[in-house]
Antibody
Framework: EVQLVQSGAEVKNPGESLKISCEAS????????IGWVRQMPGKGLEWMGI????????RYSPSFQGQVTISADKSINTAYLQWSSLKASDTAMYYC????????????WGQGTLVTVSS | SYELTQPLSVSVALGQTARITCGGN??????VHWYQQKPGQAPVLVIY???NRPSGIPERFSGSNSGNTATLTISRAQAGDEADYYC???????????FGGGTKLTVL
């Protein structure tokens, strides 16, 4: 059974760093892309970027380029999303997703990680 | 960058047919996917590549795509179909995915 299990909710102060994770199981991790999707409170879905764990090829949405870093550790089947300096506007639910190629659907979703940034 | 336009809300009477549109420039030439999100839950894929259903999705859900509009059709709407629905495509110009703004479906 394919599963994407994300790390737990986080509460951070502005300016702090953060790294959230997405552990994959039930399939060959290096054969699929992993993406990240943001959903701000009461808002829609936003594409952040994707990584191919097989060779670490990473592509960011222009809106998120330079704002976050996506990485993966194929030795432990885990993808990451990190911030070096959080802002209040980063408060959102973050989902990791699986996709096979660029034109294929996001066929599996993690349960989401709620990040709250507040002083 | 590529933009997708969805109506903010659609209402349908119980047992009737709901149609949710997703507009985009020549979207008929793209692979369109649809996701259902119920309150407090992660989105779930309901239709992919125009009119394919993942395992476990009822046949009541179908899709079509032509010209500048893709449509998600939900036949015999049930109370359990109330949710937000999002369309999604791949934007080759940015090498990234794009989501529509989402449509809230209300079953009356």
């Amino acid at each position: 059974e394919v599963q994407l299990v994300q790390s737990g909710a986080e509460v951070k102060n502005p300016g702090e760093s953060l790294k959230i994770s997405c552990e994959a199981s039930g399939y060959i991790f290096t054969n699929y892309w992993i993406g990240w999707v943001r959903q701000m409170p009461g808002k829609g879905l936003e594409w952040m970027g994707i990584i191919y764990p097989g060779d670490s090829d990473t592509r960011y949405s222009p809106s998120f380029q330079g704002q976050v870093t996506i990485s993966a550790d194929k030795s432990i089947n885990t993808a990451y999303l990190q911030w070096s300096s959080l802002k209040a506007s980063d408060t959102a639910m973050y989902y990791c997703v699986r996709l096979m190629t660029s034109v294929t659907p996001l066929d599996y979703w993690g349960q989401g990680t709620l990040v709250t940034v507040s002083s | 960058s590529y933009e997708l336009t969805q109506p903010l809300s659609v209402s349908v009477a119980l047992g009737q047919t709901a149609r949710i549109t997703c507009g985009g420039n020549s979207i008929g030439g793209k692979n369109v996917h649809w996701y259902q999100q119920k309150p407090g839950q992660a989105p779930v894929l309901v239709i992919y590549t125009e009119n394919n259903r993942p395992s476990g999705i009822p046949e009541r859900f179908s899709g079509s795509n032509s010209g500048n509009t893709a449509t998600l059709t939900i036949s015999r709407a049930q109370a359990g179909d109330e949710a937000d629905y999002y369309c999604q495509v791949w934007d080759s110009s940015t090498a990234g995915g794009v989501f529509g703004g989402g449509t809230k479906l209300t079953v009356l």
